[in-house]
């Protein structure tokens, strides 16, 4: 029924898939909940919050268009690890200044800028 290499094969694609899943997630879930965050939390207007959610896609896009010239520099795994990296660095300043809204300004934007390239390297 299996080859060999069959059940080395779908347990890889099974844990790359859900990397993708995770990964994937991550960027839609944040941008989805930053925008609920600064009107609950924070007591901004719904359009701020909206702009704070536009600004962190805008980052994610950027973030995707530098990452080509940054890939031809940069192995890989080399370039998910700092992506990682950066992505937790910008979770402790969202963590560390939750409640000033200008933290969660710039911890937004360099989510999304250092989330970008997760999904295209491959998760």
Do not use: H
Not at 22 to 51: H, P, R
Not at 71 to 81: A, E, I, T
Request: glycine share 14%.
């Amino acid at each position: 029924m299996f080859s060999r290499g069959t059940w080395f094969t779908l347990p890889c694609c099974a844990v790359i898939g859900g990397r993708v899943v995770l990964a994937v997630g991550m960027e839609t879930g944040y941008g989805a909940f930053v925008t609920a965050y600064s009107v609950v939390a924070l007591g901004q207007t719904e359009a701020a919050g909206q702009w704070m959610a536009g600004a962190y896609w805008a980052a994610l896009m950027v973030g995707r268009i530098a990452a080509v010239p940054i890939s031809l520099y940069l192995k890989p795994d080399r370039y998910l690890q700092l992506s990682m990296l950066g992505s937790m660095g910008a979770m402790v300043v969202l963590l560390m200044g939750q409640s000033s809204v200008a933290i969660v300004w710039i911890g937004s934007i360099l989510n999304g800028f250092f989330l970008a390239p997760i999904f295209p390297t491959g998760a």
